[in-house]
Every structure is written in structure tokens, then in C-alpha cells.
Nanobody
Framework: QLQLVESGGGLVQPGGSLRLSCAAS????????IGWFRQAPGKEREGVSC????????NYADSVKGRFTISRDNAKNTVYLQMNSLKPEDTAIYYC??????????????????WGQGTQVTVSS
């Protein structure tokens, strides 16, 4: 059974950091591009970042550029999202997703085949 599991969310003060992890089971992550998405209450789901299967291509939403870094460790079958300088507007449920197009970084949620259950990130003082 193909499964993605996010972890690392929590409550953090503005300016703080969190590292989210997306661990895959039931399939080899190195053949999949990974995206991070988020959805805040009352808002549409938005793309945060993506990374291609080899890690050679990454992309970020303008709202997180310079603060978030996506990376992957294919040996551990895990993708990470390092989030620094967090702001209250980063508060959302964060989801990771996988698609099986090699060497392709997609910001469109419709192109992803597998989704995790999400992890809550709350930025508040």
C-alpha cells in the first residue's frame, strides 16, 4: 500500500523554525516528484514548494522564497521542508504529495497522485 506520512508540525512563535518530514512507505520515493501544499481555514489549497525526483529541480511559492527549503534523502525515502522565519500567515495544514513524472517539479495539486494526511503548523505568540 502506497503511503505518505507527514510529521514535524506544531506550534511555534513568529520568527521560529520547523522542519517537516514526508516519509514514504510501499514505494520508492526516488522515482517520484514531491510537492508540499498547505491549506488554511477558509482558504484554497496552495502550492508551497516542489522538488523533482533527483532533487535537481526545486521551486517555491513567492510567499516562502528565502525562508523555506525543500530537500530529499532518497536513501531514507524521505523529503523535508525546512521552514525558517515563520509568520502567522504560514499557519495551515501542510500536506506532501507525490507524482510519478521523472525530473519534473509541479506546483499544480491536480498533477499529484498520492497524498499524506497532513500535519498542522500553527505560528502564534
Amino acid at each position: 500500500q502506497l503511503q505518505l506520512v507527514e510529521s514535524g508540525g506544531g506550534l511555534v512563535q513568529p520568527g521560529g523554525s520547523l522542519r517537516l518530514s514526508c516519509a514514504a512507505s510501499g514505494f520508492t520515493l526516488r522515482y517520484y516528484g514531491i510537492g508540499w501544499f498547505r491549506q488554511a481555514p477558509g482558504k484554497e489549497r496552495e502550492g508551497v514548494s516542489c522538488i523533482s525526483s533527483s532533487g535537481g529541480s526545486t521551486n517555491y511559492a513567492d510567499s516562502v522564497k528565502g525562508r523555506f527549503t525543500i530537500s530529499r534523502d532518497n536513501a531514507k525515502n524521505t523529503v523535508y521542508l525546512q521552514m525558517n522565519s515563520l509568520k502567522p500567515e504560514d499557519t495551515a495544514i501542510y500536506y506532501c504529495a507525490a507524482h510519478n513524472i521523472l525530473e519534473y517539479c509541479s506546483g499544480s495539486w491536480a498533477e499529484y497522485d498520492y497524498w499524506g494526511q497532513g500535519t498542522q503548523v500553527t505560528v502564534s505568540s
